[in-house]
């Protein structure tokens, strides 16, 4: 079952897809551009990976880790689908990350692997954007690399995990206006969904709703205000997003 939040006519509606757009709970149908998307669940703890495909690690000249590379994201990251992301006018090289985001179901506290999936509710697909100007060092991203306003999409749906029948093989895809500039697949994850489950309940409780996104593949490109960018996920559907430029958002 695939389900989304939208805000139309002044009130939050759940929302399903439909062939015309989008189906309000009450049965009302609008195209997509007339809701405003919000992230299809309420967001709890989000939990980013860095360095989770080993080819995108090779990319940007970096050994594979240890242990899991995780870092925290505040609330004011997450926008929803078709919102807008702004650049920043002084940085050079700004990047999208499409990204498995898994959404955990019911209380995990030291959880172990084989019994890790249980706690697993659904998916979505997060656009995670990063500034390459902004990183520090190996233990990065630093806080102003990742917690940007807006620069965290999630969407368009939360898919109820019994859906995927296998959450191994799942492809990705970013397109950039309309040219595919990544792709890459869930089997080529680092440490994959239950090894991050095990060891992050492993020192902390994770709680429903709280969001694990595990990572990007290769193919990272830079983007600029105007630019379209859209993450697809196998099944779960098609995530658009558009850059801005600092004068779009009123900073001179």
């Known amino acids: 079952m695939m389900r989304g939040r939208v805000a139309y006519a002044g009130a939050i509606h759940e929302a399903s ?3 015309n757009g989008v189906r309000l709970a009450d049965g009302r149908v609008r195209r997509e551009d007339e809701v405003v998307w919000l992230a299809p669940i309420e967001v709890g703890t ?27 994201k505040g609330p ?18 700004m990047h999208y990350e499409c990204e498995l985001a898994v959404v955990i179901g019911q209380t995990a506290r030291n959880v172990k692997h084989e019994n890790a999936m249980q706690h697993v509710a659904g998916y979505m697909i997060a ?7 902004y990183l520090e060092n ?4 630093n806080l102003r690399v990742k917690n940007r306003d807006g620069g965290t999409v999630l969407g368009p749906w ?8 296998d959450v191994t093989q799942l492809e990705l895809r970013t397109y950039v206006n309309g040219t595919r500039q990544q792709h890459g697949n869930t089997r080529d994850l680092v ?28 193919g990272i490109v830079n983007v600029n205000a105007g630019d379209e960018v859209v993450c697809e996920i ?13 004068a779009d958002f009123g900073r001179a």
């Open 158 to 165: 939360f898919v109820d995990a019994d859906d995927i029948e």
């Open 234 to 246: 196998d099944g779960l559907g098609r995530l658009v997003n558009t850059i801005a430029s600092d």
């Open 46 to 72: 989000i939990f980013a990976l860095g360095l989770n495909y080993a080819e995108h690690a090779k990319e940007l000249q970096f050994t594979r880790q240890e242990e899991p590379l995780v870092f925290l």
């Open 76 to 93: 004011g990251t997450v926008i929803g689908h078709r919102g807008v992301t702004r650049r920043p006018a002084d940085v050079s090289f």
């Open 17 to 19: 897809p439909d062939p």
């Open 127 to 133: 656009n995670d954007y990063a500034i390459r100007d």
């Open 191 to 218: 440490t994959d969904i239950p090894a991050l489950i095990e060891y992050l309940s492993g020192f902390m409780t994770l709680a429903p709703g709280d969001v694990i996104l595990t990572g990007t593949p290769e």
């Open 138 to 141: 190996y233990y990065r991203p």
